[in-house]
């Protein structure tokens, strides 16, 4: 923690509202400055509200913030980067027609000479990749990149606008374990020039990792704050929750059924920007889960995509024993694929529809949701009611936009479309990316669930921990290839030594 104490920010009495949903309730919370302040809760308990607040994205019902003693009220982002505001999204705000370059240009332009501001992004650039880790090429299109390296951008641009109050939205998601603890060091090196850092996670390891103190909040609420050396993990979880948290055990290893999916050469362009797959063969049984592996940009989401039928392949695929290579999306599904993509928002719902319109898209002209040419809405209704219910989706109601859902209840919708429809194939992309501890056991668990009654899963994951708790086994992928396979008892290091090519 840096050398002054005082309050960066004052969260005094904050409240927001948005219909009957009550989303900050009261909240009070100082940040001091110099410290990397770690802020936790289950979903739905208004972090990101409190932060969209903060950053001038939303406005309070009632209570005031203070700025280093000063009170402040932003009528948009524009006014929270004014005071010295910078915030990493956890869903993306890069303009995706830009390359990395341009989008780290904006507001750094240098001046009527571009040469220069395109000059120090590269430079700037380089040396995040040498300190980091966190490699870019400069001249790729933003929405081109994987799911991994748009956050990777992401985090780039608030590094390099030198925010004094820095927030951080579960940014280490999609990083992998060495790359994480280069932008912890980078974190601690800000708080000890003074900045402070308000660090949103879902992941408590990180929390002791690197936060000097965690505020933990439940119902809208901050229900404690903590200094971290005094806190430990059953402590914070059962505070987040609001009962105690039970760790469960690894399953029992996979008893092996007939292959389900088969992969064999699989190849596929991987575009202008993306990694091409080239000699892919694998098979998942079903009963078993399969995990993926790799350093974000490798391939994993090219895989995905293949496999879906979102991107031509050649090679042989096989869903259910029926050749598929030829089929498109559709009729994928229609053999019992599911899908739950890497990015929930871009891929996996449709922002501007109801959460019961999502929670069907698929589906949506099959009985019992249509009737011939026309709907019934009466199913569809029932249907998102049971979903909601037992994904614990918040707001519990069918007709909220699901844009207005927070991400780790965008991420259980998508979860529930996909999971409920019994696949005998799931396809699953960071299945807990941005979900609390306690969703993330229950996505678990539902996943444990398809695998007991036969569902033969493939898993991407960035989190090795995941993989090596429900997966039986685990692939590593590397420049768009297939190079190792693990068992789910290997260590995380040896893991991550092939992922980064070592080994």
């Given at each position: 923690?840096?050398?002054?104490?005082?309050?960066?920010?004052?969260?005094?009495?904050?409240?927001?509202?948005?219909?009957?949903?009550?989303?900050?309730?009261?909240?009070?919370?100082?940040?001091?400055?110099?410290?990397?302040?770690?802020?936790?809760?289950?979903?739905?308990?208004?972090?990101?509200?409190?932060?969209?607040?903060?950053?001038?994205?939303?406005?309070?019902?009632?209570?005031?913030?203070?700025?280093?003693?000063?009170?402040?009220?932003?009528?948009?982002?524009?006014?929270?980067?004014?005071?010295?505001?910078?915030?990493?999204?956890?869903?993306?705000?890069?303009?995706?027609?830009?390359?990395?370059?341009?989008?780290?240009?904006?507001?750094?332009?240098?001046?009527?000479?571009?040469?220069?501001?395109?000059?120090?992004?590269?430079?700037?650039?380089?040396?995040?990749?040498?300190?980091?880790?966190?490699?870019?090429?400069?001249?790729?299109?933003?929405?081109?990149l994987p799911v991994g390296?748009?956050?990777?951008?992401?985090?780039?641009?608030?590094?390099?606008?030198?925010?004094?109050?820095?927030?951080?939205?579960?940014?280490?998601?999609?990083?992998?374990?060495?790359?994480?603890?280069?932008?912890?060091?980078?974190?601690?090196?800000?708080?000890?020039a003074g900045r402070s850092?308000?660090?949103?996670?879902?992941?408590?390891?990180?929390?002791?990792?690197?936060?000097?103190?965690?505020?933990?909040?439940?119902?809208?609420?901050?229900?404690?704050?903590?200094?971290?050396?005094?806190?430990?993990?059953?402590?914070?979880?059962?505070?987040?929750?609001?009962?105690?948290?039970?760790?469960?055990?690894?399953?029992?290893?996979?008893?092996?059924?007939?292959?389900?999916?088969?992969?064999?050469?699989?190849?596929?362009?991987?575009?202008?920007?993306?990694?091409?797959?080239?000699?892919?063969?694998?098979?998942?049984?079903?009963?078993?889960?399969?995990?993926?592996?790799?350093?974000?940009?490798?391939?994993?989401?090219?895989?995905?995509?293949?496999?879906?039928?979102?991107?031509?392949?050649?090679?042989?695929?096989?869903?259910?024993?029926?050749?598929?290579?030829?089929?498109?999306?559709?009729?994928?599904?229609?053999?019992?694929?599911?899908?739950?993509?890497?990015?929930?928002?871009?891929?996996?719902?449709?922002?501007?529809?109801?959460?019961?319109?999502?929670?069907?898209?698929?589906?949506?002209?099959?009985?019992?949701?249509?009737?011939?040419?026309?709907?019934?809405?009466?199913?569809?209704?029932?249907?998102?009611?049971?979903?909601?219910?037992?994904?614990?989706?918040?707001?519990?109601?069918?007709?909220?936009?699901?844009?207005?859902?927070?991400?780790?209840?965008?991420?259980?919708?998508?979860?529930?479309?996909?999971?409920?429809?019994?696949?005998?194939?799931?396809?699953?992309?960071?299945?807990?990316?941005?979900?609390?501890?306690?969703?993330?056991?229950?996505?678990?668990?539902?996943?444990?669930?398809?695998?007991?009654?036969?569902?033969?899963?493939?898993?991407?994951?960035?989190?090795?921990?995941?993989?090596?708790?429900?997966?039986?086994?685990?692939?590593?992928?590397?420049?768009?290839?297939?190079?190792?396979?693990?068992?789910?008892?290997?260590r995380a290091r040896e893991?991550?030594?092939?992922?980064?090519?070592?080994?």
């Amino acid at each position: 923690m840096g050398q002054d104490p005082s309050p960066a920010v004052e969260f005094s009495g904050i409240r927001k509202s948005f219909g009957a949903i009550r989303a900050n309730d009261g909240v009070d919370l100082g940040v001091a400055a110099g410290e990397v302040h770690g802020l936790v809760g289950e979903n739905g308990a208004g972090k990101s509200t409190l932060m969209g607040i903060l950053y001038g994205e939303l406005a309070p019902d009632a209570g005031e913030i203070k700025i280093a003693g000063r009170r402040c009220r932003f009528r948009s982002p524009k006014d929270g980067i004014a005071a010295g505001i910078g915030m990493v999204h956890q869903h993306f705000v890069l303009v995706e027609d830009f390359t990395v370059v341009e989008n780290l240009l904006l507001g750094h332009e240098g001046g009527p000479l571009i040469g220069v501001g395109v000059h120090a992004a590269r430079e700037y650039l380089a040396q995040m990749a040498r300190e980091l880790g966190l490699a870019l090429d400069p001249d790729a299109v933003a929405g081109s990149l994987p799911v991994g390296l748009r956050q990777r951008l992401e985090i780039l641009k608030a590094l390099r606008a030198e925010a004094k109050i820095l927030i951080l939205d579960e940014p280490t998601a999609v990083l992998t374990p060495a790359e994480s603890e280069g932008l912890f060091a980078a974190l601690r090196r800000l708080a000890a020039a003074g900045r402070s850092v308000i660090f949103v996670t879902h992941k408590l390891d990180e929390i002791f990792a690197v936060a000097d103190r965690v505020s933990v909040m439940r119902a809208g609420a901050v229900v404690a704050t903590l200094e971290t050396k005094a806190a430990d993990r059953a402590g914070l979880a059962e505070l987040m929750i609001g009962r105690p948290f039970i760790p469960r055990a690894r399953p029992p290893a996979a008893v092996a059924g007939a292959p389900a999916l088969e992969v064999e050469a699989l190849s596929a362009a991987g575009g202008p920007d993306g990694v091409a797959l080239s000699g892919i063969s694998f098979a998942v049984n079903a009963g078993e889960i399969v995990g993926v592996a790799g350093v974000a940009g490798n391939g994993q989401s090219e895989l995905l995509a293949a496999l879906a039928g979102i991107v031509p392949i050649a090679g042989g695929l096989r869903i259910a024993g029926v050749a598929a290579a030829d089929l498109d999306v559709a009729g994928r599904r229609a053999l019992g694929l599911g899908h739950i993509p890497e990015d929930r928002l871009a891929a996996g719902l449709v922002a501007k529809f109801s959460a019961e319109e999502n929670a069907i898209l698929g589906d949506q002209r099959r009985p019992p949701f249509a009737r011939g040419p026309l709907s019934a809405p009466a199913a569809i209704t029932a249907a998102a009611r049971r979903a909601i219910a037992d994904y614990d989706i918040r707001p519990p109601d069918p007709k909220a936009r699901a844009g207005s859902l927070s991400g780790g209840n965008q991420q259980k919708l998508v979860c529930a479309r996909e999971m409920e429809r019994r696949p005998r194939v799931l396809l699953v992309g960071q299945p807990t990316r941005g979900l609390d501890i306690g969703a993330g056991a229950f996505i678990h668990e539902r996943l444990l669930a398809l695998k007991r009654a036969g569902a033969a899963i493939l898993l991407v994951s960035a989190d090795l921990d995941e993989l090596r708790l429900i997966a039986d086994r685990i692939l590593v992928m590397l420049g768009g290839r297939i190079v190792g396979t693990f068992g789910p008892q290997a260590r995380a290091r040896e893991i991550g030594l092939l992922m980064g090519g070592v080994g």
